[in-house]
């Protein structure tokens, strides 16, 4: 049997620090504690007093697989993942085809076999057109449903007001919302195009995907969730005012829940003039006011955990005008040292960053003995060093893409490595081969 002791380490989990071991057998931790002794013929890694958290869990990414491989697949990008200490995903079902019915669903889980370096679980797809298979769907058969309530990917913009009724209402999983308001979207791009033809400035982009837009749809979501009791959890909120929508507290026991991604939390509308199309994204990068309340709600429980959102597009079709530049950005690989950065500026505290990336996501999904640095679960952690600094260059990213919105930015803390299901998936400069498993959920 394979075993690892990492010895001397800080390992941070559940609200506290200690400086012990962690002795892993296969794939799981077996022991922790302080002056472990490693068995005959363990392995044994110094963490030099460096980090130790539990690896990240990310809720939201956009893997491009299948059929948009162009700009990434299951294994470059959790290539990227693990480099950046996200140790389990969650991918979007907007590919193409769309994850919309429960063959494909079962062909997506196939195919990904063997080939993630990360450990995963997929979403299900909402439609128009597909209700009854989303009534089929059974529990864990997919990690929740997404519902996209704002312009989308093919077929997938859910707007048919019986239809969302029907979802809400029948659904058994977890459904999460993707949330603003087309017809609103729409108007604002006509009146953009009348005040500055094609060439909008990407300054722009946040008037257009407005607060109000996300406000409106926002709004529609956790209404419908109140009336039928439906568990929701929206994604990627980017406004002050839809913190009204959501109440701050302990995550166990609420049914309305609300995710931020890390970009959300820091960047704002500033910073379109030095990254532009860049940052585009969809729900938009807002206000310095509107992030900084973010980060607030973050740290009072108001918002439960943190994802990326990671959605890569090429270098080529970001250059073009704001109507032709897809919306989406890489961040699969520094959201953990853009966290640490902004603990680094007293904006949040270490253990809510654990907190919001590790054990919530794991209780909020139900996530199987992952998530936390707890003998009997699986060994999904990473090493920071909190003494070091990463400048992050575009000649460093991992993504099939090959460019980070971050290109330039020193974060703080530096990943020199990343464990999954006990396996040293990231060793500080190279990936090792794919170790990734499915998610399980109780």
């Known amino acids: 049997m394979a075993q690892l002791l990492i010895s001397n380490a800080r390992i941070v989990n559940e609200g506290s620090v200690i ?41 939201q990414v956009h893997f491009r697989d299948p059929g948009l491989t162009h700009k990434g697949n299951l294994t470059t990008e959790s290539a990227a993942a693990v480099a950046g200490g996200v140790t389990s995903v969650m991918d979007m079902p907007n590919n193409n085809p769309t994850i919309t019915t429960r063959a494909r669903l079962a062909e997506k889980y196939a195919n990904a076999v063997g080939r993630s370096h990360a450990n995963y679980a997929f979403y299900f797809g909402g439609a128009n057109d597909n209700l009854e298979e989303i009534a089929a769907l059974e529990p864990g058969e997919a990690c929740a449903l997404k519902v996209f309530m704002g312009a989308s990917t093919g077929n997938m913009l859910v707007d048919d007001p019986k239809t969302l009724e029907g979802i809400f209402e029948r659904c058994r999983l977890m459904v999460v919302t993707h949330c603003e308001d087309t017809p609103m979207i729409l108007a604002n791009e006509q009146k953009a195009r009348e005040e500055f033809g094609e060439d909008v400035p990407w300054s722009e982009h946040p ?20 009336k039928y009791d439906a568990r929701l959890h929206v994604l990627h909120l980017t406004t002050a005012r839809e913190l009204s929508f959501f109440t701050p507290g302990p995550l166990a026991g ?163 490595a990343t464990w999954v299901n006990g396996h040293l998936a990231w060793d500080g400069k190279t990936v090792s081969s794919p170790q990734g498993e499915r998610l399980r959920f109780i």
Request: some cysteine; charged content about 30%.
């Open 19 to 59: 400086h012990g071991d962690v002795l892993i057998r296969d794939q799981r931790i077996e022991k922790i504690g302080s002056g472990l002794s490693a068995p005959a013929g363990a392995q044994v890694y110094d963490a030099a007093g460096t980090l130790l958290l539990p690896g990240m869990i990310d809720d």
């Open 207 to 226: 008037s257009i995907r407005s607060a109000e837009a996300c406000y409106q749809s926002t709004d529609l979501a956790t209404g419908l969730a109140k």
């Open 254 to 416: 609420k049914r309305i829940t609300v995710e931020a991604c890390i970009h959300h939390l820091f960047f704002s509308e500033e910073d379109y003039a030095t990254r532009g199309s860049l940052i585009k994204c969809n729900p938009a990068i807002k206000t310095a006011k509107d992030r900084e309340a973010l980060v607030r709600a973050v740290m009072e429980d108001r918002i439960d955990v943190i994802a990326t959102d990671h959605a890569p597009h090429t270098l080529e079709e970001k250059q073009g005008t704001y109507f032709k530049a897809p919306s989406g950005l890489p961040l699969v690989q520094h959201p953990l040292l853009m966290g640490m950065e902004l603990v680094r500026r007293k904006e949040l505290d270490l253990h809510t960053l654990v907190r919001k990336t590790s054990h919530a996501v794991a209780e909020l999904f139900g996530v199987k003995e992952r998530g936390y640095i707890r003998e009997g679960y699986f060994a999904d952690l990473v090493l920071i060093d909190d003494e070091a600094s990463t400048l992050v260059r575009n000649e460093d990213a991992l993504y099939k893409v090959g460019w980070t919105p971050l290109d330039g930015e020193t974060l703080h803390g530096r990943i020199k």
